[in-house]
Nanobody
């Protein structure tokens, strides 16, 4: 069974920081994880799920949506089957449920094969 489990969400004041983690597990997933891209998406109430950031299988290339560029950093540790999203200078508009996903390097959710259950990030003004 393949699982992606996010953690690290919570309530933070505007301007604060959080680090999200996404741990992958499963009998055959370790090999899959090390050979596929990982992405973070978010969904705010009443809005579509949107791309936040992605990272290639080897961690060499990263991509961000314009609204998070310079404030968020995606990274991964293949030895730990874990991907991270470090978030700085958080704004109220960053409030959403954040999901990690594994699949092809892309900004489209449809290109990802596996998804976590999500973790809530709430930024108060």
């Amino acid at each position: 069974q393949v699982q992606l489990v996010e953690s690290g969400g919570g309530l933070v004041q505007s301007g604060g920081s959080l680090r999200l983690s996404c741990a992958a597990s499963g009998q055959t997933f370790s090999s899959y994880f090390s050979n596929h891209a990982m992405g973070w998406f978010r969904q705010a109430p009443g809005k579509e799920r949107e791309f936040v950031a992605s990272i290639t299988w080897n961690g060499v290339n990263t991509y961000y949506t314009d609204s998070t560029k310079g404030r968020f950093t995606i990274s991964r540790d293949n030895a730990k089957n874990t991907v991270y999203l470090q978030m700085f200078s958080l704004k109220p508009e960053d409030t959403a449920v954040y999901y990690c996903a594994a699949g092809s390097i892309a900004t489209m959710a449809s290109r990802y094969d596996y998804w976590g259950q999500g973790t809530q990030v709430t930024v108060s003004s």
